[in-house]
């Protein structure tokens, strides 16, 4: 089967994330980049359903030129080859990056192919705009279910498994598909030095999107307001255990 | 006009789109609601008392159950036909994948997870404060389109009553529903066991990689249990496969926003702190003083969990029995 | 119940800045010697603030060719096997080159030294111990069985409990130093430390030490001094796991392996392989580049992994381990770890500011024992374990303190951490930082420079090739021996002796002692009396107890002042002794003349007749006598006219020839250099004179002791032979280890004097000892020790051109000391048949050279 897996290079941060002085973007100075935790979930998914059922698997990205560092890191971990839309403006909005990706998709499927199944992240890390893959379905005209937690494909159809308040919810959806994941589907593995050497030499086309920007638009970044608390140690060891249920009736969850 | 999602199950409301309703009311606009389904029809009178005018009724063959196709389809369909200023859901995941699914159909952008809105509803922009990186930012947006699509994170505004109660009046909306969009509709489900769930429990017992191993994690139970609670873990949990990836609070796990959080042998990474920060009440329990859940936390006990955490559930035992 | 850790006590009499290995072993440190009264901070949470300990590789590989580097590691492990956090797991160092199979012959030989079991291994023996490694690309290993790995984050955390638990030292985490206060000093233009000023308040100290890694010159610098180290990249990957590792149960049950010609180690941690490399591009960091805890995706000291630069090395590491391709990469950093210019630790008292202490730049392998080293040096005003004069932060000159000079060095020795560094060795970068005021004449001279810190100096000058030829001097057969090192060397030495030469000593550091205080502190720091005016005492400092600091000479230049003259790698410590000491009531001052003076040396048996062309003085016996400054006017003129410049003629030797230190002014140096030239060159036969004769083979003929070669702390006079008959009335520093030195009788140890009887090596090869700790053994080949573990090594040696033979020094235990007695020295792993000549050196033993 063929398989497309869309991925974004965001930073990883620590537990504190700075912002530029114009308060356009995270400072990454000192920062890493890594692709978003569900779509790590996603390039897993996309190499088990390949290993599982042969094909070829492509991880497409848009974003700066130093995005390829991504792609190349998903090919180290079983993708075959690698899209790069370099973008040299900034993040894009959602609707323009699904738009975008469509037209790249299209062009890919028109040279090599329909993807019998296109996967995404649930939503990126950094920006949260959970719509991207939505659109990019919606635009191709095929189903699409996002948050999933299970993933196999079988007699030409994705079984999709989210979980939801009342319990698993289970979907079928008919190939080609499009599939957002969730962290928890798989546990990705991590690349082997093999794997990475070769994905060093591996092929990653590289293009110039274009594309019309929507209706949202993000005016500056800040800090949510700093959650000091003044704590109150109840004690050290057990015996501090009398307090803290004295704290709980207090709250009255001891009933 | 305020058109707000109404989230439910086969018929039983989902009470997170409380929180959307009481967030619609601010605009000042009136507040009509959509519910999805025939199933949905009882929970008009559920929706007076949030001050709603008007609840559109969409029925059709394939909105007997969850599709999130469908119920965008109707979503879409409903804004072509009342011409809503602002489209506003709960920021669940149903709630962010409708109007995903909604936005994509109209060609209008769609914002997820606004904590505030400003200005006024009919206006050619809405200005807003939205989540990012699951909180740990927050950015100002403007979102410009005829009909604003939104939701409101989940846990960012505490749902009430409106001081008025709406007439929340009946209204057929006649959609037209392509019969193949039922390709993406809930085709299988297993049901939890009654219960309650790391999202609703009113107390959450978190173990993270002090914990140290998936034994470690008997004593966090017998608390949950003595306390009607679940057990939460952090990421490092899952990641050394102590736990289910299904009991990880955080970004990529399940937000939590129970009466009193137990964080035992969490650090406080930014990952997991996200997931938890809607908690009404922290005590931390760790052996260093000075780890970010400590200085969170309202209360700390500073010691070993796995000392710590045995005479708490004594002690409320021993109170039970007395 | 609150917080009530969230403010700081308002004094201490110590505060400890850092809470990584040195600093938790500091304090556990002091609070064994008795300190009480300490607090301990660290910005960062406990028990992992997020420094360099935080991730270190924590392995420990006893072996160094440094002294100070390998004793201090062997210490340092034997304190992690003290609290038993350690595991001894063994290692091996691999060759896959001839070049490295040399080295680990060096490394035998170091091993032996310092008395670290040790031996070589065919490639056959290194895959018997481990199995899985490619042994068809290997040469042999070097498998040494004490290698340990240690837990850096607990040995800590004991110490630091211990501190707790016995001083009641209180320790402040997430606690940021944000000033250092100080006051002026008025006498000595130090500052001195007054308190520290952190977000939990200021804390008022008497002794503030910064054992903050690679934050410790960004937290010097609040107190107006330098810590000079760069945080630098040490790149680490873990992989795995693997099967044939986890079977180990997760112990570590393979020895590490150190794959020395590609700058990389693997080394076993529970089920996987950490791979850690110093192969890669330099990549240095500004301290203040270094995220927050709060703002690093791991640590602060764990920062993003740049794949790029490791990807060679992935390469290499598959190749000698071919498991290694196909596990995973779970972690891969970045990690910092402090880089120093010198490639030494920064350790002591900061020479700036009073009462604030360096113990930075140490690695978790020599933790423990440096923070030891610093905890003694507060105590005791010197460490006892070792002579720490190479860690010594006053070392440092100011061309060595910025940040230019600490990257480019840092750039430059980052890739030799596995390197093959030869003792003589040169620094590429940051050359002619200070030079002579005859530089250019040297350079035309064709001087080949070698640095001493910041000084170029001429080891030898290629316009002397023609000596070679005259003296009919070979090249050495092997490349080692040769490398740095020139015969041109061996023709100076010898027209120094027919002739005479002339040696450009301007390096030397000269601080004038003045005021009514002078004479009495003077005397105070030596142990010989200081003279009368005109007079100069070449005498020891001692420390408190009774080894050597020092060793100089002290010229009493006026009733009222004293010039100490010492040498280039010694100034800086010198000085900052001399500061320490001072009467802070301004009885005394001290001024630093190095620059003001240039001091050019003549020597050798035409030295008398060639310096009488420039003067009219008696330069006999009696007008300048040996020990004596005669000061006079010489005519510099070059024309037969008549250029007098002012010049104080100090009659010593240092080569065991006749002559003289003759200080000028520094600009009159050239006419001098030019004077002595014009007059000299053809009619006494003088060639300027390079420090390879200076320093080492006219030295060492002669037997004289170098400060930091055969004088260090670890002895005292009385060993080093520099006892005089009479102890001076005054007291002075150490007087009272020295007298009871003097009491406790005949010395265990003298320094001692040796020949090589036959320097072929098994190859027939003749090989020439480089001065670099070899060790000296019994003839049946036992390493000898004394009863303080103090190991009998190579402290220097040389080629003696006078004496045809090769002469090193040692100290031996007086039963060996007997002229005739016969031994044997290691170099490059064999054995050499030694001599004892006696405790001077063979060159003229009566000194008829030196006398009228």
């Not at chain 2, 306390?227 to 952090?234: F, I, K, T």
């Not at chain 3, 149960?249 to 990389?264: H, L, S, W």
């Not at chain 3, 990807?311 to 598959?318: N, V």
Request: hydrophobic residues 40%.
């Amino acid at each position: 089967m063929r398989i497309c897996v869309c991925v974004k290079r965001v930073p990883a941060p620590g537990s504190k994330i700075n912002i530029t002085a114009d308060g356009q973007q995270v400072d990454t100075t000192n920062l890493g980049f890594t692709t978003s935790p569900h779509e790590e979930c996603a390039v897993e998914a996309a190499a088990q359903l390949v290993e599982e059922h042969g094909g070829e698997a492509t991880v497409l990205t848009l974003g700066p030129a130093e995005a390829e560092e991504q792609l190349r890191y998903a090919i180290s971990v079983g993708m075959h080859r690698g899209v790069l839309l370099a973008t040299a403006d900034g993040e894009w909005d959602p609707q323009r990056t699904a738009r975008a990706l469509t037209t790249a998709i299209t062009e890919l499927e028109a040279v090599d192919g329909p993807f019998d199944l296109i996967l995404f992240g649930n939503e990126s890390a950094d920006a949260g705009g959970f719509q991207v893959g939505i659109r990019v379905a919606h635009a191709l005209g095929r189903p699409m279910v996002n948050g999933a937690k299970g993933l196999s494909v079988a007699d030409g159809a994705a079984s999709v498994e989210r979980e939801a308040d009342a319990g698993r919810e289970t979907y079928s959806l008919p190939l080609p598909a499009v599939v957002g994941v969730k962290e928890g589907v798989n546990l990705p593995r991590y690349p082997t030095m093999r794997g990475r050497l070769a994905s060093k030499k591996a092929e990653v086309a590289s293009n110039q999107p274009s594309a019309d920007a929507g209706g949202l638009a993000e005016q500056v970044l800040k800090s949510p307001p700093e959650r000091t608390s003044q704590t109150i140690v109840l004690g050290t060891g057990p015996d501090a255990a009398p307090a803290v249920v004295d704290v709980l009736e207090e709250l009255g969850v001891l009933s | 006009m305020i058109l707000v999602l109404i989230e439910h199950d086969r018929g039983s409301l989902a009470p997170a789109s409380l929180e959307a309703l009481t967030a619609a009311r601010t605009f000042g606009d009136a507040v009509e609601a959509l519910t999805i389904g025939d199933t949905a029809d009882g929970l008009a009178a559920d929706l007076e008392a949030y001050g709603v005018t008007v609840v559109h009724q969409a029925h059709d063959d394939v909105l007997g159950d969850y599709g999130p196709e469908a119920w965008g389809e109707v979503v879409a369909q409903a804004v072509r036909a009342l011409s809503p200023a602002v489209v506003l859901a709960t920021g669940t995941d149903r709630g962010n994948e409708v109007l995903a699914q909604a936005a994509a159909r109209l060609d209008l952008p769609f914002a997820a997870n606004a904590i505030e809105l400003r200005g006024s509803a009919d206006a050619d922009t809405l200005d807003m404060t939205r989540v990012r990186w699951g909180g740990s930012l927050l950015e100002d947006a403007s979102l410009t389109a005829p009909t604003k699509l939104v939701t409101v994170a989940h846990h960012a505004v505490d749902a009430a009553p409106a001081d008025t109660p709406g007439a929340a009046t009946p209204s057929l909306l006649a959609v037209e529903i392509d019969p193949s969009l039922a390709r993406t509709v809930v085709s299988g489900r297993v049901e939890r066991e009654a219960g309650v769930t790391l999202a609703t429990a009113p107390v959450v017992v978190g173990g993270g990689r002090g914990v140290g191993s998936a034994d470690g994690f008997a004593p966090l139970q017998e608390l949950a249990d003595e306390l009607g609670g679940v057990v939460g873990c952090s990421r490092a949990v899952t990641n050394n496969g102590w736990r289910n990836h299904t009991d990880q609070v955080g970004q990529t796990g399940t937000r939590i926003a129970p009466d009193v959080y137990f964080a035992c042998g969490i650090s406080g990474a930014i990952q997991h702190w996200v997931g938890a920060m809607a908690s009404k009440h922290i005590i931390a329990i760790n052996t260093d003083q000075q780890a970010n859940m400590v200085t969170k936390a309202g209360h700390a006990v500073i010691g070993d969990l796995h000392e710590v955490v045995p005479a708490i559930t004594a002690e409320i035992r021993r109170r039970k029995s007395a | 119940m609150s917080d009530a850790s969230s403010t700081v006590p308002s004094s201490a009499k110590v505060v400890i800045i850092g809470a990584g290995i040195v600093g938790n072993c500091l304090a556990g440190h002091l609070a064994r010697l008795g300190w009480t009264d300490m607090v301990l901070l660290d910005k960062g949470p406990l028990p992992n603030p997020g420094g360099s300990t935080g991730h270190a590789s924590n392995f420990i590989f006893p072996v160094d060719h440094n002294k100070e580097m390998a004793l201090l590691g062997v210490q340092s492990a034997n304190q992690y096997r003290d609290v038993d956090r350690s595991v001894d797991c063994g290692g091996i160092e691999v060759a896959r080159t001839q070049e490295r199979m040399d080295e680990l012959q060096r490394r035998m030989t170091s091993a032996t030294a310092w008395g670290v079991e040790a031996k070589l291994l065919t490639p056959a023996e290194v895959k018997e111990l481990v199995p899985f490694i490619n042994d068809e690309i290997i040469l042999g290993g070097f498998y040494c069985p004490t290698v340990s790995v240690v837990d850096s984050l607990d040995t800590g955390t004991l110490f630091r409990n211990e501190a707790i638990e016995t001083t009641g030292m209180q320790v402040f985490a997430n606690t940021e130093v944000l000033d250092i206060e100080t006051e002026d000093e008025t006498a000595t233009g130090r500052q001195r430390v007054t308190a520290v000023v952190t977000d939990k308040g200021r804390i008022e100290a008497e002794y503030v030490v910064i054992a903050c890694g690679v934050w410790s010159n960004r937290i010097a610098n609040m107190a107006g001094a330098t810590i000079p180290l760069v945080p630098a990249v040490h790149q680490m990957a873990d992989v795995g796991p693997m099967d044939v590792l986890v079977e180990t149960n997760n112990e570590i049950g393979y020895p590490i392996v150190r794959d020395m010609d590609t700058f990389c180690y693997e080394r076993q941690s529970a089920g996987s392989m950490e791979v850690g490399s110093y192969a890669h591009r330099p990549i240095l960091h500004h301290p203040d580049e270094i995220p927050s805890n709060d703002e690093a995706a791991l640590s602060p000291t764990e920062m993003p992994f740049t794949q790029d630069d490791f990807d060679p090395q992935m390469e290499q590491a598959i190749e000698l381990m071919e498991m290694l391709g196909d596990a995973e990469i779970k972690y891969a950093i970045n990690g910092l770890l402090s880089l120093t210019p010198d490639a030494m630790p920064c350790l002591g008292e900061c020479p700036d500011v009073d009462g604030l202490w360096s113990a930075a730049a140490v690695w978790v392998k020599e933790g423990p024992g440096m923070a030891q080293v610093v905890a003694e040096w507060m105590t005791y005003g010197y460490p006892r374990v070792i002579d720490a004069h190479g860690a010594d932060i006053a070392r440092f000159y100011d061309h060595e303190r910025n940040d230019e000079h600490i990257w480019a060095r840092a750039s430059e020795h980052f890739n030799k951490t596995y390197g093959i560094v030869h003792p003589a060795e040169q620094w590429e970068s940051r050359r002619n930082l200070q030079v002579s005021p005859l530089f250019s004449r040297q350079e035309e001279a064709g001087a080949f420079f070698f640095q001493a810190r910041t000084w170029e100096r001429p080891q030898w000058y290629e316009s002397n090739a023609d000596l070679v030829e005259r003296y009919g001097i070979a090249e050495r057969e092997v490349e080692w021996d040769n490398r740095w090192w020139s015969p041109i060397t061996v023709g100076e030495h010898l027209n120094l002796r027919e002739h005479c030469g002339m040696v450009d000593l301007s390096a030397f550091h000269l601080f004038d002692l003045e005021g009514p205080g002078a004479v009495e502190f003077a005397d105070y720091l030596c142990v010989n009396k200081i003279g009368p005016v005109g007079r100069a005492t070449y005498t020891p400092w001692l420390t408190p107890d009774g080894g050597f600091h020092s060793d100089l000479t002290m010229q009493r230049v006026d009733d009222d002042c004293v010039n100490v003259v010492t040498g280039v790698f010694d100034g800086g410590r010198d000085l900052a002794w001399i500061k320490h000491y001072m009467p802070k009531d301004g009885s005394v001052t001290v001024t630093d003349r190095t620059l003001d003076y240039s001091t050019l040396g003549l020597w050798g048996p035409k030295a008398p007749a060639l310096l009488a062309e420039l003067t009219d003085a008696d330069l006999s016996h009696e007008g300048s006598p040996y020990g004596g400054i005669v000061k006079v006017q010489l005519n510099v003129a070059t024309d037969g006219g008549t250029q007098l410049i002012d010049a104080a003629l100090f009659r010593i030797s240092y080569v065991g020839d006749s002559g003289w230190e003759i200080y000028v002014d520094w600009d009159d140096a050239p006419k001098l250099w030019d004077a002595l030239m014009h007059h000299g060159r053809d009619a006494y036969g003088l060639r300027p004179t390079g420090g390879g004769v200076y320093g080492s083979s006219g030295r060492i003929e002669k037997g004289y002791r170098l400060q930091g070669a055969e004088l260090e702390s670890e002895y005292n006079p009385l060993e080093a032979g520099l006892d005089r008959p009479k102890v001076k009335s005054a007291d002075f520093i150490g007087k009272e280890a020295y007298l009871a030195a003097r009491e406790a009788g005949d010395p265990e140890v003298l320094m001692c004097c040796l020949t090589v009887d036959d320097d072929h090596d098994s190859q027939g090869r003749r090989r020439f000892f480089q001065g670099g700790n070899e060790p000296i053994m019994d003839l049946d080949g036992n390493v000898i020790f004394d009863s303080h573990g103090r190991v009998s090594r190579v402290t220097s040696a040389t080629y003696g051109p006078s004496v045809g033979q090769q002469i090193l020094m040692a100290y031996l235990p007086r039963e060996l000391a007997e002229p005739g007695t016969k031994l044997q020295a290691m170099y490059w792993n064999e054995r050499y048949p030694v001599t004892v000549v006696g405790t001077d050196g063979p060159f003229d033993p009566d000194n008829t050279r030196l006398k009228p």
